[in-house]
């Protein structure tokens, strides 16, 4: 069994920044890709970001966020961040949490946590 727990979300200003926590339980959190996936009010589905297991070199942007978002992760922890700088009224989103079955990330995902959203709104 899996547990993934999103947290940070909320309303923030355009430009302004927030940093999302996603906090796993459950099994080995350092062997497996973890990612961001967002979903917008209109229904537009979006994988933002990936970091691989164990060093978490090998990592992957969105263009859409490249630049702004930095994901990592702490293995101590067993936690997934997510920090959104610059942020644009377009990243208004429900943020999904989400961890892979592999070391390296291959395409899909075995689980993913119920989400936090965040406005951006001035």
């Known amino acids: 069994q899996v547990q993934l727990v999103e947290s940070g979300g909320g309303f923030v200003q355009p430009g302004g920044s927030l940093k999302l926590s996603c906090s796993t339980s459950?099994?080995?959190?350092?062997?497996?890709?973890m990612g961001w996936y967002r979903q917008t009010p209109g229904g537009q589905r979006e994988l933002v970001a990936t970091v691989n297991g164990g060093n978490g070199k090998r990592i992957n942007y969105a263009d859409s966020v490249k630049g702004r978002f930095v994901i990592s992760r702490d293995n101590v922890k067993s936690t997934a961040y997510l920090k959104m700088n610059d942020q644009k009224p377009e990243d208004t989103a429900l943020y999904l949490c989400?961890?892979?079955?592999?070391?390296?990330?291959?395409?899909?995902?075995?689980?993913w946590g119920q989400g936090t959203q965040v406005t951006v709104s001035s």
């Open positions: 459950g099994r080995i959190f350092v062997a497996y890709t």
């Open positions: 989400a961890k892979s079955g592999t070391y390296y990330y291959t395409g899909d995902f075995s689980a």
